[in-house]
Structures are given as structure tokens and as C-alpha cells.
């Protein structure tokens, strides 16, 4: 991916900026006006403002050859694919905790090693939930 040229233009005491992006054999052009939080063209902005726009710019740029379009759109992070994960043996590290507090250090291990994978987090709490029922019934 390439990151073309950046223009500022005054349109009065507004600014508008401009970005050109080259990825995938494809020029995509974007414009945006620098603006405030209620989406008002400020009017003589500082370098700040500029620059500020210029990235938003750049990611709304970005965002039109469909690369990270879910997070542009306000959505949560993809899954990972299961396949990536080694579910059996995360699950199988819980199983040799001996006690709760060996169960507690298995269990932060584990809900990284998901790496944000909301399927594979539950089943890790839920087999965490089952072993430490199994501790609270042999005291």
C-alpha cells in the first residue's frame, strides 16, 4: 500500500484535506473538512486540526479498499478462526490446576492464549466453572 499524496485546500476560513492511497493496483482519492465534534467545519484551524483530519482521512482512505472496514464502521474486532487455536490443549492446562489458586493462574494463562476469541473464552470459563466445582466438593 502506498500513501500518495496529502493536500490542504482553504475554502474561505475552512479547510478541506485530501488523500490519495494506492493499494492493490487501485488509486483511491478521499476529501474531508476539518471539523469539530458536532461534525461543523472549524473555522481557522490550527496545524493540530489539520493534521488530525488529514488521519482520518487517511484511515477513511484506507477503509475503502474493504482493510479494517469493520472497525471504521464502528464494529468489534473479527474472531480469530478456531483453527488457529489449540482449544485441547488449552482446556487440558486447566485440568492439572491442583488447587484454586493453581486453577486461577491456569485460568488468566488460558483466556490469553484465546486472544480475543469470545467462543473460546467461554469455553474456557466454563470448564474453569466446572473444575472449580470440583474443588469446592472435596473439602
Given at each position: ?19 490519495n492511497v ?5 488509486t483511491m ?111
Amino acid at each position: 500500500m502506498q500513501h500518495g499524496t496529502s493536500l490542504s485546500l482553504y475554502f474561505g476560513e475552512t479547510v478541506m484535506v485530501f488523500c490519495n492511497v494506492t493499494a492493490l493496483g487501485k488509486t483511491m482519492r478521499m476529501q474531508l473538512p476539518v471539523m469539530d465534534n458536532r461534525n461543523n467545519a472549524i473555522v481557522n484551524p490550527d496545524s493540530r486540526k489539520i493534521s488530525d483530519a488529514t488521519m482520518r482521512c487517511l484511515a477513511k482512505c484506507i477503509a475503502c479498499f474493504g482493510i479494517g472496514l469493520y472497525i471504521y464502521a464502528g464494529e468489534d474486532l473479527p474472531d480469530l478462526d478456531e483453527a488457529d487455536l489449540d482449544m485441547e490443549n488449552i482446556l487440558k492446562k486447566l485440568g492439572l490446576a491442583k488447587n484454586k489458586a493453581d486453577l486461577t493462574v491456569a485460568y488468566k494463562i488460558a483466556m490469553k492464549e484465546c486472544r480475543g476469541n469470545k467462543k473460546a473464552e467461554t469455553a474456557v470459563m466454563e470448564r474453569a466453572k466446572e473444575i472449580a466445582s470440583l474443588f469446592e466438593e472435596n473439602k
